[in-house]
């Protein structure tokens, strides 16, 4: 059973850091793609990194290129968003979630991706 944690949300002031991890269970990462995606009150959910697991190629919106780093942990199934230099509009649930990936670079689309986790919320706020 195909099955994603979240964790490592919380509260930090502008400027601050955080590390989300994604624990995925149930499947072999090294076939999948790890997307991290957010939702704001009021908006969109909207994809801001993912990473293939077999390559750990990654790819980034414009909005957080630079500032967040999403990486595999050690050949496990477990996938890391590090994020700096965070902004109040950062505020958000950040969600991972994954989808069954072949030859081509991994996409932050949502419509691609087939689990999702349940959520952990980041409040950036001084």
């Known amino acids: 059973q195909v099955q994603l944690v979240e964790s490592g949300g919380g509260l930090v002031q502008p400027g601050g850091s955080l590390r989300l991890s994604c624990v995925a269970t149930g499947f072999n990462l090294d076939f999948y793609a790890i997307g991290w995606f957010r939702q704001a009150p009021g908006k969109e959910r909207e994809g801001v990194a993912c990473i293939k697991g077999r390559d750990s190629s990654t790819s980034y919106v414009d909005l957080v290129e630079g500032r967040f780093t999403i990486s595999r942990e050690n050949a496990k199934n477990i996938v890391h968003l590090q994020m700096n230099n965070l902004k109040p509009e950062d505020t958000a649930v950040y969600y991972c979630?994954?989808?069954?990936?072949?030859?081509?670079?991994?996409?932050?689309?949502?419509?691609?991706?087939?689990?999702w986790g349940q959520g952990t919320q980041v409040t950036v706020s001084s």
């Open positions: 979630a994954a989808y069954r990936i072949f030859f081509e670079t991994c996409t932050k689309l949502r419509s691609y991706y087939d689990y």
